[in-house]
């Protein structure tokens, strides 16, 4: 069983739920949107990802006979039901954010439009898809804010929360800007450029460390990235000056050394020190072990001489804040728009659009939150962008997936116009999410219904 | 494809070793050990877990056409590893600690006996694996530590990282003492008991909530878990005991209400007084909403009435340390030990075993780390109860996998046996970890190799 595409990825009251809607013939249209209630500690924006698998999800989502049957025997669900799942096919419309699009609380990233059930199933795995994505491409992009024109490069895939976390983290850090990943399978997936190194284990199963260096760059004669820390960093980088020149008879460049361990604005210095006068300028210096933003910002202040930095476990588990206040809320049934009350987590009702305003800098000034139909009327809308596009009709995607490479340049034209205060590292004043009067009338008019 | 089997789930650096391996013909047997450095802050003890799946790993590891087409076509390696792959199977041993052992750092949980590419190879996924299940028992073991007697579920799916992450979760939860998940598949791939109640969205669907109970009462009428704060709870509460005798003339019962927002204990002790007093005192109070161990702590200390506890994101990323410093380890090769002197991330080499030792109260006392082999000379040793057991021999496993329902009881005896100090929730005196002098010898003697 392919355990990431299967349609019993889902809580189980989304199961016990459409038995419910199918009983009462609740089967009107339905808008639920998918949105960050709040940013977590020093998040000043978001970015938005995870678009194309959650499109994919919809697609492909059918129930396999052996699924059917395990609902059929777990005694909880009628015939209606499983005859129902067995015909079940996604057929709603999608409008969402395209990935990489920078967003801020409240606004939704997605919203369905479907029939009642069918919305209603999908939220389990549609959420943990665009959740997922989203918290990553949030969490890399700092990396690239912290460090800007320093290469990037995922290695965290063996401490990522199994196997979809790091083929998805691997994406989303290069949707951000990250130069690609040490995981094979996203290169074999996604096309991402896959980068490697070498790892100490290679170095110590040789009696000497020259001899392994020597090895290692005859074996990968065109990528050869040298490890120094196994033993003595110094002592290393002065056994690859000696081994250079007999590698270049041989037709081999040493292209970079690693460092992974100890002070590495120190062991970088010295490092480089060692290899500009070995006549060794053009060696890159990799750094790896621990790091994320605060650390590279760091790095950078002191001007360490570090020319590419491999980010792991802090960015593939978003350490800092490892889940985003991230949710998929019922907005408007048959017509009429929801909204739940419950304290501290009340939402906005109704089907919504997101309208951005930039200042005459070209940077983002303010976003308005406004019912998706008020465009036309409303005075101040007409000025912004809107955010939120149809992206699949009647369960059909309107358009092909947008190359990643083009999604890097949009994430990269959004950073451009990011505000200055958003671009650093720490909390600040918030963005100015304005929310238009017809929703909160609406709003007003939801809660005196209950 | 199916993502989370794939071959190609390794760090490329594996795939250029093993070509610099088979190149030097370095085919002679290693030794790996996978262990934790040191113990994330708050935890004073972490437990195994991830050998089932890591087994498995092993077991059926192969390269697909496509995938060694892939590989080929990468331009970067040679026929002769393509060669090698195709015919791949692991065929080494595996020790292990069984999972639900409760472990300290640097006390190897795995073993592997292999030629060194084999042994270097799986190293990647055995890690993710490993880390992963490890992570989420050390932390959802917690939860039962704050809440004894208490029921736990995992609602965790749609914020866990990927689809993977949410299964193993379901899973790892499970062995520590939760009586089940909300993930229809983890219920189905596991055999976990799976629990589900109703959305908000179901509610809000309706005009009318005491309406929404009905219909979802009809609709399982063996599970009547009904969802109180979408408006107002002790409004809600109400209506559910107004609801409750129309139900029993149909011979349907309320199992429980479920509290989703604001302060749970206040709301639970409204609750309990409005059921209690509407003749439905054996209907439970469920609670959900940003719960973990430490919010757990304090309703158990004020002794809210809550019966049932919805855990979530905090537990299926444990949010407050999302990743343990677990490494994979070489730590001999062709006869060999093994040790990096890598700056804060120095190793104990050579081939180990773990021997707990338990004090007149039945309690854990102290650890001896040792060689494998010393067991016989070691004075002190014969005494204590050796945790690494053989597993895997030859790429088979000794034994069939040990059901769940067994790992849970093995969990449960670990606890019962755990020093009062490390009960806690808090940082506290860590656990003793001896190192014999055997072990402390060899490693001075590796040193001075180098």
């Given amino acids: 069983m392919n355990q990431s595409s299967s349609a019993l990825l889902t809580d189980l009251y989304q199961l016990t739920?459409?038995?419910?809607?199918?009983?009462?013939?609740?089967?009107c249209t339905a808008v639920f949107e998918c949105f960050v209630r709040k940013l977590p500690p020093r998040r000043g924006f978001l970015v938005a990802a995870g678009?194309?698998?959650?499109?994919?999800?919809?697609?492909?989502?059918?129930?396999?006979?052996?699924?059917?049957d395990w609902i059929a025997k777990s005694g909880r669900?009628?015939?209606a039901l499983v005859e129902y799942l067995t015909q079940f096919r996604f057929t709603g419309d999608v409008h969402a954010m395209p990935e990489g699009t920078v967003f801020f609380p409240d606004e939704p990233i997605l919203r369905v439009t479907a029939p009642l059930p069918q919305a209603q199933l999908v939220e389990t795995r549609l959420s943990n898809l665009l959740h997922f994505q989203t918290l990553i491409a949030s969490k890399a992009v700092r990396a690239g804010l912290a460090a800007p024109g320093k290469e990037l490069v995922d290695f965290g895939l063996?401490?990522?929360?199994?196997?979809?976390?790091?083929?998805?983290?691997?994406?989303?850090?290069?949707?951000?800007?990250?130069?690609?990943?040490?995981?094979?399978?996203?290169?074999?997936?996604?096309?991402?450029?896959?980068?490697?190194?070498?790892?100490?284990?290679?170095?110590?199963?040789?009696?000497?460390e020259m001899e392994a260096f020597e090895h290692f760059a005859l074996a990968q004669p065109n990528h050869?990235?040298?490890?120094?820390?196994?033993?003595?960093?110094?002592?290393?980088?002065?056994?690859?000056?000696?081994?250079a020149p007999r590698l270049q008879k041989r037709g081999i460049s040493v292209k970079g050394v690693r460092l992974d361990s100890g002070n590495l604005a120190d062991h970088a210095r010295r490092v480089r020190r060692i290899l500009n006068d070995g006549g060794l300028p053009d060696v890159r210096i990799v750094a790896s072990g621990n790091l994320d933003e605060y650390a590279l910002q760091e790095l950078m202040a002191i001007k360490a001489p570090i020319?590419?930095?491999?980010?792991?476990?802090?960015?593939?588990?978003?350490?800092?804040?490892?889940?985003?206040?991230?949710?998929?809320?019922?907005?408007?049934?048959?017509?009429?728009a929801c909204r739940k009350r419950s304290e501290g987590k009340a939402t906005w009702p109704g089907c919504k659009q997101v309208y951005r305003h930039y200042g005459a800098d070209g940077r983002m000034a303010y976003d308005v939150l406004t019912l998706a139909?008020?465009?036309?009327?409303?005075?101040?809308?007409?000025?912004?962008?809107?955010?939120?596009?149809?992206i699949m009709r009647e369960g059909r995607r309107l358009a092909p997936a947008p190359a990643l490479v083009d999604v890097r340049a949009r994430v990269a034209d959004e950073l451009a116009r990011l505000p200055e205060h958003l671009r650093r590292l720490q909390d600040g004043p918030p963005y100015q999410v304005r929310v238009s009067q017809a929703l909160r009338d609406l709003a007003k008019a939801c809660d005196e219904r209950h």
Same sequence: chains 1, 2.
């Fill in 17 to 27: 739920m459409l038995q419910g809607y199918l009983e009462q013939r609740m089967e």
């Fill in 51 to 68: 678009l194309e698998q959650a499109l994919s999800y919809l697609e492909t989502l059918r129930f396999t006979p052996w699924e059917l």
């Fill in 77 to 79: 669900f009628s015939a």
């Fill in 158 to 208: 063996r401490r990522a929360h199994g196997a979809e976390a790091g083929l998805l983290a691997a994406r989303a850090s290069y949707l951000v800007g990250f130069s690609g990943t040490a995981t094979v399978q996203a290169g074999a997936l996604f096309g991402i450029p896959v980068y490697g190194t070498v790892a100490h284990s290679f170095i110590q199963a040789h009696e000497d």
């Fill in 224 to 243: 050869v990235v040298l490890l120094l820390d196994t033993y003595d960093t110094e002592a290393a980088a002065r056994k690859v000056v000696a081994l």
């Fill in 307 to 336: 020319d590419s930095f491999a980010v792991g476990a802090h960015m593939t588990t978003s350490s800092d804040a490892p889940y985003l206040d991230c949710v998929y809320k019922l907005q408007e049934y048959a017509g009429r």
């Fill in 373 to 390: 139909d008020e465009g036309t009327d409303f005075k101040s809308v007409p000025d912004g962008t809107a955010l939120i596009q149809p």
